[in-house]
């Protein structure tokens, strides 16, 4: 394990593996090294392909610190960190809201060569402010437990009894632990969704990109994929057959080499 240092101060911790190009992971919303075993696995594959591959715990998750108050901006200089870290230059790999992190780096112009973007859930015109709302309402009063079902059933739309079952799991404390961070993608994904330049906003993001979407995911998913590998200049999408909203290891690591290659 490694760390950088962000321009705000904030630590930010990381495993890097191999030797080559570099490959940055970036989560989506609840993903962080200690309960995202998949993402180890992909990295550790890209390492032994001759990558450099960089799995992170984003800021207020694992062993990464945080610094008030967020911003998308401090992501991008997390991310900034890392890219200079890794040798300058970096290609992008996000998973769901992760995106936006992604997104807001190839266009802030710190090194970043490509772009792969598993299933962006952006979708034009969408309001969160609600849901918003009752988030920040839970955290503030310390209802950790409570804001992550919520975010899991209200905004993601998982049925309540599967969420129940979740809830249930030994793993549910460390799932709960980042509740905070919530806030943080819903806040980023909410503040795209409502830009009414929402078609034009990526169009200065020329280098080349790939957008993923499962035929096993959540209703939307492939269509918001669709909507945003078209608002970008240099796109292309590819749909992976039997996956859901995570892909397994053994889907996303030939598709990934293929377009890194």
Do not use: C
Not at 27 to 35: F, L, N, P, V
Not at 91 to 100: D, P, Q
């Amino acid at each position: 394990m490694s760390t950088v240092t962000s321009q705000d101060g904030t630590v930010i911790d990381y495993d890097r593996y191999g030797d080559g190009p570099a490959v940055i992971f970036i989560g989506g919303a609840t993903q962080y090294r200690a309960i995202d075993q998949n993402t180890r696995q992909v990295a550790q594959q890209l390492a032994a392909e001759g990558f450099t591959a960089i799995d992170y715990d984003r800021r207020g998750r694992g062993r990464s610190g945080d610094t008030a108050p967020w911003a998308l901006e401090r992501e991008v200089e997390d991310l900034a960190a890392l890219i200079k870290a890794a040798g300058g230059t970096a290609t992008l790999y996000s998973s769901s809201s992760g995106a936006t992190v992604a997104l807001a780096a190839a266009d802030a112009g710190i090194g970043v060569t490509a772009l792969a973007l598993y299933e962006p859930p952006l979708f034009a015109g969408a309001d969160h402010a609600e849901h918003l709302a009752t988030l920040h309402s839970l955290l503030a009063a310390g209802q950790n437990d409570e804001a992550m079902r919520y975010n899991l059933k209200a905004v993601i739309g998982i049925p309540s009894e599967v969420v129940d079952g979740m809830a249930q799991s030994p793993g549910w404390a460390e799932i709960v632990a980042v509740a905070p961070t919530l806030v943080y993608d819903l806040t980023a994904v909410h503040e795209i969704n409502i830009d009414p330049g929402w078609a034009t906003r990526w169009a200065s993001i020329t280098v080349p990109t790939i957008v993923y979407s499962g035929d096993q995911t959540f209703p939307g998913m492939p269509e918001a994929a669709d909507a945003v590998a078209a608002a970008l200049p240099n796109a292309t999408r590819r749909v992976l057959p039997g996956q859901g909203h995570g892909p397994t290891p053994e889907a996303i690591v030939p598709v990934l080499l293929e377009f890194l290659r």
